[in-house]
């Protein structure tokens, strides 16, 4: 009997040993290493750049390892070309993951092979995203047209973009196919930095896309004289501190128009989407996943936060992949119209 319960507990030892190993060997450990958080804009301003640099201060101690996180600014075609590196050519190990625009991982979808992406967005390893997006249509005073009625009119508006896949660039390419706006895009401007700044000295005449919640702090003193004025909001729903403000969605009532742009402003939802690069292990994307989940409730980061004037609603890795997945489901024909308004 001795010798049997012997042997049942070497057993068990071995058993637990094997199950202690497993688990030991699934556990992503980042000490000693450098995790680089890309951003797809330019450094400055209230926006992307400053959302991945406070996430860089506190994710960190979230990680096992407590490495180091650094953010390395990599624009180009509103951030285009930075999705593409992260698909590509980024390390699949958890180092490198981006700050990529929302509207990037619907470029395929709405412009077919038009498009310069070089990726399948249902395959980036999604990590969530620190907020959900009210985009707004903002003018500048002196602008030709300087009310919402004048611009549904017809009369012609200069309108900076960051490039073809950036949000600036698709809402108003949409706004002039669905409104009949006369939307003149200016491109080649870095980000909505830069844009905000052009529409200060008078180069262009307004922005579509510019975040809410990057305007109402970055542009605070512009909102507040006089100088910008928001006449549209560009999302699903309403921002609460924007009651009054027209949503885009009910300047419509052809259903056909309304189901197309629920396609395109879907994107809000996952307002500054964080991506790792496909094929990484499941549970070095779990370990990122989590940080970032724990991150976003960690008291110093929602107090810094709340200082800068971030807006904080987030959102999880599976809800973003999910809502990716659920865009590229939808019916061809959706797509085949988006793709003849792009174009155009």
């Not at 049942?8 to 995790?35: D, E, P, R």
């Amino acid at each position: 009997m001795v010798i049997e319960a012997l042997k049942l507990i070497a057993s068990a030892v071995v058993i637990l040993t094997a199950a202690f190993s497993g688990a030991y060997a699934q556990t992503a450990n980042f000490a000693g290493k450098k995790v680089s958080i890309m951003v797809g804009f330019s450094p400055g301003g209230i926006g992307y750049d400053t959302y991945g640099r406070v996430l860089a201060r506190h994710m960190p101690k979230h990680l096992a390892g407590s490495p180091a996180m650094v953010v390395e600014n990599r624009p180009g075609a509103g951030s285009m070309t930075l999705a593409n590196f992260i698909y590509n050519n980024a390390p699949r190990d958890g180092t490198a993951i981006g700050l990529i625009g929302r509207g990037v991982p619907m470029d395929p979808i709405l412009r077919g092979a038009t498009t310069s992406a070089r990726f399948d967005a249902t395959k980036f390893g999604w990590i969530g995203s620190m907020n959900n997006e009210v985009a707004g249509f903002f003018i500048r005073k002196g602008a030709p047209a300087q009310t919402l009625d004048d611009i549904l009119a017809g009369a012609p508006i200069d309108v900076g973009s960051a490039g073809a896949g950036s949000d600036m660039q698709i809402f108003a390419t949409v706004l002039n196919s669905v409104l009949r706006t006369r939307l003149n895009i200016v491109s080649g401007y870095p980000g909505m930095n830069e844009i905000a700044m052009a529409m200060m000295r008078g180069e262009t005449d307004g922005a579509v896309g510019y975040s809410w919640g990057t305007a109402r702090v970055g542009s605070r003193e512009q909102l507040q004289s006089g100088e910008f004025k928001i006449v549209m909001q560009l999302a699903l729903k309403k921002h609460p501190e924007l009651p009054n403000v027209p949503l885009v969605l009910d300047l419509v009532k052809n259903e056909a128009d309304r189901d197309f742009l629920n396609l395109i402003f879907a994107r809000q939802s996952m307002g500054r989407p964080l991506a790792a690069p496909p094929g990484l292990e499941s549970h070095v994307l779990e370990a990122l996943r989590k940080a970032f989940a724990d991150t976003m409730k960690d008291p110093e980061f929602v107090t810094e936060a709340n200082k800068i004037g971030l807006e904080i609603e987030f959102v999880g890795g599976s809800d973003v992949e999910n809502l990716v997945k659920q865009l590229y489901a939808l019916p061809k024909e959706v797509f085949a119209r988006a793709q003849e308004m792009m174009g155009r």
